[in-house]
């Protein structure tokens, strides 16, 4: 017999020789079950906690680098001194770090789970408060706190002395039996200790909207005033200004101050010697362009407020007064420039431009030592932070200072590329440098100290400030309230005598509890005394 004979032969199905059964086939995700996974997910205890750790964690760097918001002077000196790292930093938020982004999606997050998380467990705990107490165990015998007599009062009399005793003593009773009858008496206390847990979360709730509220509608900047300089509340008039997106930059409050006297101790010998001890700014304050002047003095912690703005003095330094002449004897510069401190001793770092000078521009950068030394490790130093013995150090560089190619360029750096170095002095007040090969000359005339303010409007703060309040409240609720439960069973027995059974129940090993049965059963003996036990 041939392939041929027997036709074209049926393809044989595919078999398997092992015995374990085929995998069940499980249904796919589709976009429902997986929203609602991802809910679950996000809505979780847990993912809460990890936000809330992560949300910390991410504040760590507004602690550490300087903010925008806080002292845009200093973000400047650190740019300066990073050129490398400062630039990436600045690119990953670091200097604004409430602001950006990254903050934003993990503080929206938190937000988000902790709704999810708590108003739900709200509204059971507020049916739950509604509801009866659990009826008592079947054997009180086995809860950790039991006590037993026998009286020959009826059942009822005996239940009815522990409703009254519980009900004296704040407990929640359960209603007896429509009824009637010797039904177990069932009370619990503490409920507080589950609301104050709650009302902890809720409050966590109103103050990530009191912080979300400050900073879609706040706005807060920052400026360097110079002693006898003044400023007013416009947005031009800032050094950095933020705002919420959802703020109106027309209600900004019409004031205007003038600083009139900066003024600042330190201690003096010891082992303290240099440490701050008071700072503060006497201002004459407009509350609006055509309201007289009146005298503020702003110090630290003490802000003036205005309209629900409020100006903070955060910081303060040394801007030395020069008078600057070009190659034809004009004044391209007369003046206080600002220099940044550098260390606690206010040793400050500067630069000093004269783009107008002709025949050319030349520029310096420039330290200012309140009290000036030589160390002959570290060179010029200053010794103390107050202006006892002021010098300036100035290094001269001309040549093109690059304001005119169109880039943006900080009053704190000098762009060096097209220019050289042509010399350095040391001056006191009083000195004057003439410069070489006729370029013009400086004189060193004294100094001024500035100040810096931070100027905030947070419609937030006062949510803030009471959500805190509240979830301190709630947090010593579920701290310091204890949940426990009382059951009283009264039976009688054979012998025609009331078997009075007692039963308390914890959720914490915490002391109290054995305390208020013990005192329960004294005072249901009073009402129904106890009888003595019957000879064996």
Same mark, same amino acid.
């Given at each position: ?51 809330l750790f992560l949300l910390a964690f991410g504040a760590v760097p507004g602690s550490i680098f300087p903010q925008r918001g806080n002292n845009s002077a200093d973000v400047?000196? =650190? ?69 037993? =007599? ?36 069932? *009370? ?13 979360h809720l409050a966590l709730i109103v103050l990530l909207l009191g912080v979300a509220l400050g900073s879609l509608f706040g706005t807060k900047g920052s400026v360097l005033?110079?002693?006898? *300089? ?35 101790? =330190? ?50 330094? =040394? ?122 000359s400086i004189t060193f005339d004294g100094y001024r100290e500035f100040a810096s303010f931070s100027i905030a409007h947070d419609p937030g703060k006062d949510p803030v ?53 013990? *005192? ?7 009402? *129904? ?8």
């Open positions: 017999m041939t392939t041929s004979d027997l036709g074209q032969a049926e393809p044989l199905e595919a078999t398997t020789l092992s015995t374990q059964p085929q995998p069940p086939k499980l249904p796919g995700l589709g976009w429902l079950e997986l929203s609602r996974w991802a809910w679950r997910q996000l809505t979780s205890m847990r993912t809460a906690l990890f936000l400047t000196a =650190y740019l300066l001194a990073h050129p490398g790292l400062g630039p990436l930093l600045d690119h990953l938020g670091m200097f604004d770090v409430f602001g950006s982004a990254w903050f934003a999606a993990v503080y929206l997050l938190l937000f988000i789970s902790l709704a999810g998380c708590v108003i739900p467990r709200s509204l059971v705990h507020a049916r739950a408060m509604r509801a009866q107490p659990p009826p008592a165990p079947r054997n009180l015998a086995r809860l950790p706190q039991h006590r037993t =007599y026998v009286t020959a009062a009826a059942p009822q009399v005996v239940l009815d002395a522990a409703r009254a005793t519980l009900r004296a003593r704040r407990w929640r009773v359960g209603a007896p039996a429509p009824g009637g009858g010797p039904e177990p008496v069932a *009370a619990e206390k503490g409920y507080l200790r589950e609301t104050g847990n709650l009302v902890f005033v110079v002693d006898g *300089a003044g400023f007013a509340d416009t947005i031009t008039r800032f050094d950095s200004f933020t705002a919420g997106r959802a703020a109106n930059l027309d209600d900004l409050p019409p004031f205007s101050f003038v600083m009139t006297r900066f003024s600042a101790t =330190y201690e003096r010998g010891g082992p303290q010697d240099g440490a701050p001890r008071t700072f503060k700014a006497d201002l004459l304050v407009r509350d609006t362009p055509t309201s007289a002047p009146r005298p503020v003095t702003v110090e630290v912690n003490r802000p003036l407020t205005i309209g629900g703005t409020k100006v903070f003095l955060i910081g303060h330094g =040394y801007a030395p007064v020069v008078t600057v002449r070009d190659g034809r004897g004009r004044v391209v510069l007369s003046g206080p420039v600002p220099f940044l401190p550098r260390d606690s001793k206010f040793l400050s770092q500067g630069v000093i431009k004269a783009a107008d000078a002709r025949p050319t521009e030349f520029g310096f950068r420039g330290l200012f030592l309140p009290t000036a030394a030589v160390d002959p490790v570290l060179g010029p130093v200053s010794t103390f932070p107050a202006a006892d013995s002021p010098a300036l150090l100035l290094t001269l560089f001309v040549g093109d200072l690059g304001l005119d190619n169109g880039d943006s360029q900080s009053v704190y750096q000098l762009d060096t590329t097209s220019m050289k170095a042509a010399g350095a002095r040391a001056m006191r007040i009083g000195d004057t440098w003439t410069l070489p090969s006729g370029v013009g400030f009471f959500a805190a309040m509240t979830a301190l409240t709630g947090l010593m609720l579920s701290l310091f309230v204890r949940r426990r439960r009382i059951w009283v069973r009264a039976s009688t027995g054979v012998d025609g005598r009331t078997l009075v059974s007692v039963g308390g129940l914890a959720k914490t090993e915490a002391g109290g509890l054995a305390g208020e049965v013990d *005192a329960l059963m004294d005072e249901l003996r009073v009402v *129904a005394p106890e009888l003595p036990e019957e000879p064996q």
